[in-house]
């Protein structure tokens, strides 16, 4: 079955960076793509990014554009976000979410989420 | 960007009621219309794809109905495990927008 595993996340500084990580596995990584969606606390998701199975296409909501960027490594099973100039805003819970078969726009299996807090 | 809006934004229902959650998009989005269930500090679960595709696995009492820009989810027959938060979401074009959410509590 599908697992999605994040890590990464913590407590970190205005201004300052993090890298955050899913791994995955139960499914053919390099055959699809992915997303990662936040949520602030207690607030509504927000889609943040998506990246092509091949990670030749990349799109982000326009709150993280040009701080945020995702990548993938199709050897190592494993999706990455990594964040800078990080804002108290950007603070919540980051999940990864795999593509759909049919679409890849369509986040089919989702993980556990990892918590980014920004604060000084 | 496509807004997504969601109809209540809370809904007090019993065991056993027939309930129906209402998203609107902002324009054409086709049939590209997920329903995910969100129960407190879990992940999202997908219920629904391409606005009435239940997903394996959900029970069949979950429906999804489209009508142009407006979609429906209807539960037949609400089970305790039913009480979370409801959240359409487009995925017809980039930025892929949710709806604000839908909670169901116990009446």
Same mark, same amino acid.
């Given at each position: 079955q599908v697992q999605l =595993?994040?890590?990464?996340?913590?407590?970190?500084?205005?201004?300052?960076?993090? #890298?955050?990580?899913?791994?995955?596995?139960?499914?053919?990584? #390099?055959?699809?793509?992915?997303?990662?969606?936040?949520?602030?606390?207690?607030?509504?998701?927000?889609?943040?990014?998506?990246?092509?199975?091949?990670?030749?296409?990349?799109?982000?909501?326009?709150? =993280?554009?040009?701080?945020?960027? =995702?990548?993938?490594?199709?050897?190592?099973?494993?999706?990455?976000?990594?964040? /800078?100039?990080?804002?108290?805003?950007?603070?919540?819970?980051?999940?990864?979410?795999?593509?759909?078969?049919?679409?890849? @726009?369509?986040?089919?299996? @989702?993980?556990?989420?990892?918590?980014?807090? =920004?604060? /000084? | 960007d496509i807004q997504m809006t969601q109809s209540p934004s809370t809904l007090s229902a019993s065991v056993g009621d027939r309930v129906t959650i209402t998203c609107r998009a902002s324009q054409s989005i086709s049939t590209w219309l997920a329903w995910f269930q969100q129960k407190p500090g879990k992940a999202p679960n997908l219920l629904i794809s391409q606005a009435s595709n239940l997903q394996s696995g959900v029970p069949s009492r979950f429906s999804g109905s489209a009508s142009g820009t407006e979609f429906t989810l209807t539960i037949s027959g609400l089970q305790p495990d039913d009480f979370a938060t409801y959240y359409c979401q487009q995925y017809s074009l980039y930025p892929f927008t949710f709806g604000p959410g839908t909670k169901i509590d116990i009446k």
């Open positions: =595993v994040e890590s990464g996340g913590g407590v970190v500084q205005p201004g300052r960076s993090l #890298r955050l990580s899913c791994e995955a596995s139960g499914f053919t990584f #390099r055959s699809y793509g992915m997303h990662w969606v936040r949520q602030a606390p207690g607030k509504g998701l927000e889609w943040v990014a998506v990246i092509s199975y091949d990670g030749n296409n990349k799109y982000y909501a326009d709150s =993280v554009k040009g701080r945020f960027t =995702v990548s993938r490594d199709n050897s190592k099973n494993t999706l990455y976000l990594q964040m /800078s100039s990080l804002r108290a805003e950007d603070t919540a819970v980051y999940y990864c979410a795999k593509g759909g078969h049919s679409s890849t @726009w369509l986040m089919d299996s @989702w993980g556990q989420g990892t918590l980014v807090t =920004v604060s /000084s | -």
